[in-house]
């Protein structure tokens, strides 16, 4: 069982990697569309952040950069870049979420706190998930190097 999982993963990232999803009908997917797709939803969701506050909305585009440029590598796959565009976006929804609670704070019932502090968590869950997801393809990815020295193996990741 955990094979076939594991083959169907395998199908699924290398037809990410090549860009192009050789399925049929309405199960196609144009893969590369998804990245516009992240694109209008990030700044839909930074509109949400900073209405009317075009230096403020610059200044989180700005910190989006920067994230996207620290977790992206020379040679990442297309599946990385996926992946690094879900951790941006879930880094931009934890921050509208923790915006939202502070920008209510003192004028919050005890339901009201507990709902913001709810929708904190998930966020934060979900960004921790996809930090998650993209180390674990980044480890699966690696070259893996195996040496024999003196009848004793070595596995070596890069």
Known sequence: MATKGLRNLAGIAARIQSGLDTREGPARVDLRALGALASAAQKALIAAMTPGDSAAAEAIVDQVEVLRAQLAEPASSPLEALLIERVVACWLHLQHAELRYAQHLGRLTMAQGEYHQRAIERAERRYLAA???????????APTVQVNIAERQINVAS
């Open 131 to 141: 930090i998650r997801a993209l180390a674990t393809t980044r480890r699966l990815l």
